[in-house]
């Protein structure tokens, strides 16, 4: 590939493989008809849009329209018992679909069956599939999720519907991402993502990521809450009221007799909640059922344990209770009896009842404790509370003192769901207009001083403008590949998606490098291999970084000239990385997962010919005694804290800590492979460091970066090179 070719792979931008809209068969409003057709011309997408919006529709006409051009079947995908209520509304569509329990039910068009019967099924014989309720994915145990996106990865046409992502929960985005074959979680959260808390469930957007991030997803997904979002009307989509009715219930903090404690913890963890909700149930139970015996209209009764369920399905006398045990018909007939006003009160858990179905006739609802999770807790009230509902809501929350805790947790994450959404804000741009590229500055930007040239821009577009043979040595320590990300351009080359991506890119900077160095003569690379996490490769174990540079370098004509290993404190690394291979009580637990800290490297690559500029030392100025140490091939007196500072260049945006390359490391380097008056290069000048080093030491140096607010700081430095002030370095570790 030429470089621009390189360049265009990394691109996170997501291709159509759909097909032109015919004529719709669904009565489909205004706003929903643009979202269609969008989905149908991109062939594999996500309608994240919010309880009410009508995802029924949408997904049976694209269904029905992906029948018609591919021709065969699509199988939609949903959670128990909405099956049956998919199908009615499909018949006031006009748009026949078959429910099904294995593969022999499904006919020619449109069939629908529940996840939990999908290894009854033959993934292969469908021309597309439709996951309704996609989130449930995320509430899958790993094998059947990995099972779910590996039986469809051959599938021509997939969508996937649910409402908005959990807020900060994006593991759900990167896996309906995997689903419909966009990328691996993995690269989504490595690419957009960092992970500072040593948790690996916690991730934040970089913070140069954010609208990149969102630009992507729209790129794949449309994000709804309501048809203005995308410049509709909001006429019929005002949801009504809900009230919160907060029914508190005493409860006695004294701990049980024998425990050896006085008094129970009066606010439960996420541990705790579930022996809690034990303790008190009797008393939620009465209150419950107080409130809904004492009224005729409909109630929807959530709750968390079985214990509970049929406490309360004794406590109320009219109500029927549906448990996970259930048979499938029993639960389906029972959602249907309510939903038809055959029963007034169903008892029964979010994790059952509170994705896909629609209980619009009722407006009363109570939870019988309160849950940690989110998602439960927002999915099931939307049960009830989602456009179309007419009547304003009543919602009782049942609870003891000892669960505010849990009522801030849930009003917090609500706070960050509502702000979450309004970061979906370019599903306009996607479905109108043509999407802006991502950022990329091909210009290059010079400024020159005594003995010194910078150049503000790509290194490997920088290289291309130099003479072939005019470099005498080149030093730099390259970005470690999605370990770190110094900015937002697309050319940077810590914005890889992974190692083999990088090694891509930096393959045409070591191409540069052989044209541009003079023959005999030497490049040193600074690096370290990096620890593979089991998030992301399935087992921590190191890579080996260093390796592929050399395989980078050898695949080119280098000669691998010498290999140094640097080393640093293992406590050090253990403080600043808390991994658990280095933790003293791994030793003491298991020290079979003890490992030892991992070095820096400076890899010497060797051109092929003879070197036209022989370099030679005096024994006044290059002693054997110095000699003697810089030949060894561990250097175990190098200096971590003897860097320039680096702190002016630093941006609210940046992530992770900027990481100039020792000044004992480049000036012994700088000793061994080069004289004075040669022309020292730095594709990744950074700081200025390598510069500064250069010219103190009496060398000319040429330098290329890609960072706005890195190459002015290296200005900086540059312009003070030739300066002998020893005041510039920072001795502190």
């Known amino acids: 590939m ?42 594999r997408c996500a309608l994240f849009e919010d309880c009410g919006l009508g995802k029924t529709v949408q997904q049976l006409e694209w269904a029905q329209q992906v029948v018609t051009h591919a021709g065969g079947m699509v199988l939609i995908l949903c959670p128990l018992a909405v099956a049956a209520q998919t199908v009615r509304e499909g018949l006031q569509f006009g748009i026949k679909v078959t429910q099904c329990k294995t593969q022999v039910d499904c006919q020619p068009g449109i069939n629908i069956t529940n996840y939990d019967r999908i290894e009854h099924f033959s993934p292969e014989l469908f021309a597309g599939v439709v996951l309704d309720e996609s989130s449930i994915l995320k509430a899958f145990q790993g094998k059947l999720r990995n099972l779910l996106t590996a039986a469809f990865s051959k599938t021509p046409y997939r969508l996937c519907c649910t409402a908005t992502p959990s807020p900060n929960d994006f593991t759900e985005l990167g896996q309906q991402a995997d689903f419909l074959g966009i990328c691996k979680p993995s690269e989504m959260l490595a690419t957009y993502f960092i992970n500072d808390t040593f948790d690996t469930g ?16 729209s ?51 996420a541990t705790q909640i579930h022996a809690h909700n034990r303790r ?22 959530w709750c968390e344990g079985n214990d509970e369920s049929s406490a309360l399905a004794a406590a109320i006398p009219d109500a029927v209770e549906i448990v996970g045990s259930d048979s499938a018909e029993f639960k389906e007939q029972s959602f249907d009896d309510f939903c038809t006003g055959k029963t007034r009160v169903i008892i029964s858990k979010p994790k059952i009842a509170g994705l896909g179905l629609n209980f619009q006739h009722c407006r009363n609802e109570i939870y019988v404790g309160m849950t940690y999770s989110f998602e439960r807790f927002y999915q099931s009230g939307k049960r009830l509370h989602r456009f179309g509902q007419k009547r304003k809501v009543n919602r009782y929350i049942v609870k003891t003192d000892a669960e505010n805790g849990v009522q801030r947790a849930i009003d917090r994450k609500q706070e960050q769901h509502d702000q979450m959404r309004a970061l979906m804000k370019f599903t306009r741009d996607e479905l ?44 730099f320590s390259p970005p470690f590949a999605d370990l770190f990300t110094y900015s937002d351009d697309v050319q940077d080359m810590g914005n890889c998606a992974g190692l083999p991506e990088f090694m891509v890119q930096f393959g045409a900077l070591v191409d540069e490098l052989k044209r541009v160095l003079m023959p005999g003569r030497e490049v040193a690379v600074h690096c370290c291999d990096l620890l593979a996490t089991k998030w992301k490769d399935g ?33 050090t690394e253990m403080q600043r990385t808390k991994a658990h291979g280095l933790l003293y009580k791994t030793l003491r637990t298991d020290s079979s997962k003890s490992r030892v800290g991992a070095p820096d490297y400076l890899l010497v690559f060797r051109k092929p010919g003879e070197n036209p500029v022989p ?57 061994l492979w080069s004289a004075e008056g040669d022309l ?54």
């Open 539 to 571: 087992e921590i174990e190191f890579k080996d970084f260093s390796g592929e540079l050399i395989r980078a370098f050898r695949s080119r004509g280098f000669a691998l000239h010498s290999r140094i290993t640097i080393w640093k404190d293992p406590v």
């Open 432 to 475: 109108f207009k043509q999407q802006e590229p991502q950022k990329m500055n091909t210009q290059i930007e010079t400024i020159s001083g005594e003995n010194w040239t910078m150049h503000h821009g790509d290194c490997v577009r920088v290289a291309k403008t130099f003479t072939d043979n005019s470099v005498g040595f080149s030093v």
């Open 219 to 269: 790129s794949w997904a449309v994000c709804i809450s309501k048809p203005s979002d995308i410049g509709f009307s909001d006429e019929g989509y005002e949801l009504p009221p809900l009230e919160t009715h907060l029914v508190n219930v005493a409860v006695d903090h004294r701990a049980d007799e024998g425990s050896g404690e006085l008094f129970v913890n009066p606010t439960v963890s």
């Open 2 to 43: 030429t470089y621009d070719q390189i360049i265009a792979s990394k691109m996170r931008t997501v291709g159509s493989c759909g097909f032109e809209p015919m004529p719709f068969t669904a009565p489909l409003f205004d706003w929903q008809k643009p979202v269609v057709e969008w989905a149908i011309r991109k062939g």
């Open 280 to 301: 008190t149930m009797q008393d939620r139970v009465a209150a419950t059922a107080q409130i809904a015996n004492q009224s005729s209209e409909a109630f929807v009764v």
């Open 202 to 217: 916690t991730w934040r957007l970089k913070g140069h990521a954010e609208e990149a991030f969102w630009k992507w997803v």
């Open 680 to 733: 020292v290069f730095s594709p990744f000048t950074g700081i200025g460091s390598e510069g500064f080093c250069a010219l103190r030491m009496k060398r000319k140096f040429v330098g290329a970066e890609l960072k706005r607010s890195y190459f002015e700081t290296a200005l900086t430095y540059l312009h003070r090179g030739n300066e002998e002030s020893r005041s510039l370095f920072d001795f502190d570790a």
């Open 615 to 671: 370099i030679r030392h005096e024994p006044e100025s290059f002693p054997l005694s110095m000699w003697q140490e810089l030949a060894s091939p561990v250097w175990m007196t190098i200096n971590q804290g003897r860097v320039l500072n680096g702190e002016i260049a630093r941006e609210d945006a940046d992530e992770r800590h900027i990481c100039p390359l020792q000044l004992d490391v480049i000036e012994r380097a700088l000793r």
